[in-house]
């Protein structure tokens, strides 16, 4: 089993600053890439960060020079800082992780429950 845990979503001023954490646990022989999808009802969900095992990351455009993934592999946790918030980044934001349960096992993505983010004036 594993699970994947989010927190850090909430209410937040145009222009602010939010920062959104991911910890994995459960039967995790190693992470693979860990990424943050958001989704708007009625929207395709979107990849907005992805970060590999060793640490290259990849954004969106929308997001690039705003967003920061960062991941502590000690701890299975991804992390994404939100900067310089705007009205169209209000979104569920969902992080999930690759994830080997047991060496010699193809990696498997797990999901996280979504946490809200919500930007206004």
């Known amino acids: 089993q594993v699970q994947l845990v989010e927190s850090g979503g909430g209410l937040v001023q145009i222009g602010g600053s939010l920062r959104l954490s991911c910890a994995a646990s459960?039967?995790?022989?190693?992470?693979?890439?860990m990424d943050w999808y958001r989704q708007v009802p009625g929207k395709e969900r979107e990849l907005a960060a992805t970060?590999?095992?060793?640490?290259?990351?990849n954004y969106a455009d929308s997001v690039k020079g705003r967003f920061t993934i960062t991941r502590d592999n000690a701890k299975n946790t991804v992390y994404l800082q939100m900067n310089s918030l705007k009205p169209e980044d209000t979104a569920v934001y969902y992080c999930?992780?690759?994830?080997?349960?047991?060496?010699?096992?193809?990696?498997?993505?797990?999901w996280g429950q979504g946490t809200q983010v919500t930007v206004s004036s």
């Open positions: 999930d992780a690759w994830v080997v349960t047991a060496w010699g096992q193809a990696p498997r993505k797990y």
């Open positions: 459960g039967s995790i022989a190693r992470i693979n890439g």
């Open positions: 970060i590999t095992s060793d640490g290259v990351t």
